[in-house]
């Protein structure tokens, strides 16, 4: 019941930018999108979260289209560190969230 | 300092048995989670517990019987063990309840698997 489409698997060269793409089609006016990521072996690890305006902090950007359908995370600089699976989850704002993460995209950086 | 710890990180226990699973979280938050992870890796929540009292109850078998003696612990109680059963419990925290500009820590997991 995952309301995100994301592609299985990405490749991206170490010290370029890994551009991380989400459709959200269905999402509604109050719903946030947020990203984690899952390290091997480790637990989900937020990233950042946005509603409608691109956003940035020490870890990545978020670029949200204008019609909020669909989004795209942005590692500026991909380090071997950040290979992982990526979870682009939209959510509404306030109350109890069942939320589910989708199967996500595995990012693989490659020396 | 771990924010969110679990234990056991590994566990395995055959069919049938009773097997807790215990969380602590140092972060001073109000809630806390249960999610499970399956072998596709969907994780899923199963149980959310805000200042110890239930807020969200998915449909997990009644085998499964969260504890929280206090707001800083979350333990998850596991009876009659299934095969079924087997996947990576992840407790987690945040200080508002839910997704909304709230920021959830993780744990690093804990690994059943049930023979």
């Known amino acids: 019941d995952a309301k995100t489409t994301q592609p299985p698997s990405m490749d991206c060269a170490e010290g370029r930018a890994a551009n991380l793409p989400c459709n959200h089609s269905?999402?509604?006016?109050?719903?946030?999108v947020y990203w984690y990521r899952q390290i091997h072996s480790q637990g989900p690890q937020y990233i950042i979260h946005?509603?409608?305006n691109n956003e940035t902090n020490e870890m990545a950007s978020l670029i949200i289209t204008e019609d909020r359908k669909s989004s795209t995370l942005i590692l500026p600089h991909a380090t071997l560190r950040d290979t992982a699976v990526y979870y682009c989850i939209v959510s509404p704002s306030g109350g109890y969230q069942k939320v589910t993460f989708g199967t996500g995209t595995k990012l693989q950086v490659i020396p | 300092d771990t924010a969110v710890s679990q234990t056991p990180k590994y566990l395995v226990t055959q069919m049938g048995n009773d097997k807790s699973i215990k969380c602590e979280q140092n972060?001073?938050?109000?809630?806390m989670y249960w999610y499970k992870q399956d072998s596709k890796k969907f994780l899923k929540i199963m149980f959310s517990?805000?200042?110890?009292?239930?807020?969200i109850n998915e449909t997990v078998p009644n085998r499964f019987s969260p504890k929280s003696p206090d707001k800083a612990h979350l333990n998850l109680h596991i009876n009659s063990l299934e095969l079924g059963d087997s996947a990576v419990y992840f407790c987690?925290?945040?200080?508002?309840?839910?997704?909304?500009?709230?920021?959830?820590?993780f744990g690093e997991g804990s690994w059943l698997t049930v023979v």
């Open positions: 946005g509603l409608k």
């Open positions: 269905t999402i509604s006016g109050n719903e946030y």
């Open positions: 517990y805000n200042n110890k009292e239930l807020i």
């Open positions: 987690a925290s945040s200080q508002l309840q839910g997704f909304a500009g709230n920021t959830i820590y």
């Open positions: 972060l001073g938050h109000d809630t």
